[in-house]
DNA sequence: GTCATATAGAACTAAAATAGTCCTACTTTG
DNA sequence: CAAAGTAGGACTATTTTAGTTCTATATGAC
C-alpha cells in the first residue's frame, strides 16, 4: 500500500552489506556480486548514496566505498531521503485555487500529519537493524512493541516481502 | 519519500466531500463537481469504493453514493488498502534465491516492522479528522503529542503538500 | 412498457515515473 | 602512462499510474 521504490531497497542491501563488514573498502564489483544485484545499478546507487553523504568513496587503483558514519548512526528516514528526496512541495503551492477549497486542504493538513507520524517511526529504525546486526542489549526500538498483526504490505516494487 | 497515489488521494477527497453532508445521497457527477475532479474518474473511484465497502450505492434513477459507515469508523489504512490493495507476497516467496541471502532477508524482516509501524500511525486516523471535521472532545489522536518537527514529504503525486 | 438517469464493470489509451544501461571524464597508484 | 577505480550525465526500455470510453444493468417516472 505504501511503497519503497525498488532502488531505495537495493541501496539499503548495499548499506547492510558495508555494515556487515565495518571498515573494509569495498568496490562497487564487489558489493554487486555479494548482493546479487547488476553492476552498472549498484555502481549508480553507490554513487547517488555518496553524493548523499551516507558513503565515503576513494577514487583510483585500490578504491572503494566505505560507510559514511557508524551504521548505528544511519536511520531509515536517512536511507528514504537521500534515495527518494524529500520531494515535499508541489503543485497546491502555486495554485491555491485548485487544491485549497475547504476540505481539500483539511485532507492536506491531515496527510503531512500522518506523514510526520511516519517519519517519526523511521527514525527509529537504524541501518543496523535493517542489516539485522541489532545490538541485542540496546533497548528494543519503539517498533518492537506489541502492535496489532496486521498482515503485512510495503511492498518493494516486485522483488519483496514473502509475508 | 513515501508516496501515495494520486487517485488514493482523489479518493480521500471524495470520501471527506461524503462525509461533510452524511446522509445526503450523492451522484458521481456531484462529487466531481464539488471536489473539481473529472466525472469519470470521481466515477471509477466510486465504483472501487464501493467495491471495497467503503461506501454504499444506489442505481437507477435518484441513485448515487453514501458512505458505507460513519467517517469515525473508516480510518486510513481503510482508505489505503481499498485503493492500493494489500499488495503484499511478491516474488521473494516463490524465488527464493534470489533474495533469501542472509543480509537480504534480515533487511526484508526490518522493513515488515517498519510496515507494521506505519500501519499503526494509519489506524489511528479516521476519515473525520482526514476531512477536518475531528470531534473536538475526543482525546487527540496518537499523531499529535509533540513530534520532532522534521520537514513534511509524502507526496501525493503531483498535486499536493504545499509544506 | 419504455425512456431517462444512474451505477457496474471491463477494456483500452496515454502519460509519467522507474529502472536499467552506456559512455565519457576524472583520480589514484604501480 | 596504463590499469583500476569512481563521477556524472544522457539515454532507453519497462512498468505503473492515470484517465477515457464503451457496454451492460438497475430503478423510477411517465
Redesign the interface.
Known amino acids: 500500500?505504501?511503497?519503497?521504490s525498488k532502488l531505495t531497497?537495493y541501496a539499503?542491501?548495499i548499506l547492510?552489506?558495508l555494515a556487515?563488514q565495518p571498515g573494509r573498502r569495498a568496490t562497487a564489483a564487489q558489493l554487486a556480486s555479494e548482493?546479487?544485484l547488476a553492476c552498472p545499478t549498484v555502481s549508480k546507487l553507490l554513487k547517488q548514496l555518496h553524493r548523499q553523504g551516507l558513503v565515503q568513496s576513494t577514487r583510483g587503483l585500490h578504491g572503494g566505498y566505505l560507510l559514511g558514519r557508524p551504521a548505528a548512526e544511519i536511520s531509515?528516514?536517512n536511507i528514504?531521503?537521500a534515495m527518494?528526496?524529500?520531494?515535499?512541495?508541489?503543485?497546491?503551492?502555486s495554485h491555491e485555487s485548485?487544491?485549497c477549497?475547504?476540505?481539500?486542504?483539511?485532507?492536506?493538513?491531515?496527510?503531512?500529519?500522518?506523514?510526520?507520524?511516519?517519519?517519526?517511526?523511521?527514525?527509529d529504525?537504524t541501518l543496523l537493524?535493517?542489516?539485522?546486526?541489532g545490538a541485542g542489549g540496546a533497548a528494543p526500538s519503539?517498533?518492537?512493541r506489541g502492535?496489532?498483526?496486521?498482515?503485512?504490505?510495503?511492498?518493494?516494487r516486485?522483488?519483496?516481502?514473502?509475508?
Open positions: 500500500m505504501l511503497r519503497i531497497d539499503t542491501l547492510a552489506q556487515g548482493t546479487g531509515a528516514v528514504l531521503d527518494e528526496g524529500p520531494v515535499a512541495l508541489t503543485e497546491c503551492a485548485h487544491c477549497i475547504e476540505p481539500t486542504c483539511a485532507v492536506g493538513r491531515a496527510w503531512r500529519r500522518v506523514n510526520l507520524a511516519i517519519r517519526r517511526s523511521l527514525q529504525i537493524e535493517l542489516a539485522g546486526l519503539a517498533l518492537d502492535f496489532p498483526v496486521a498482515v503485512s504490505t510495503i511492498t518493494v516486485g522483488r519483496r516481502e514473502p509475508l
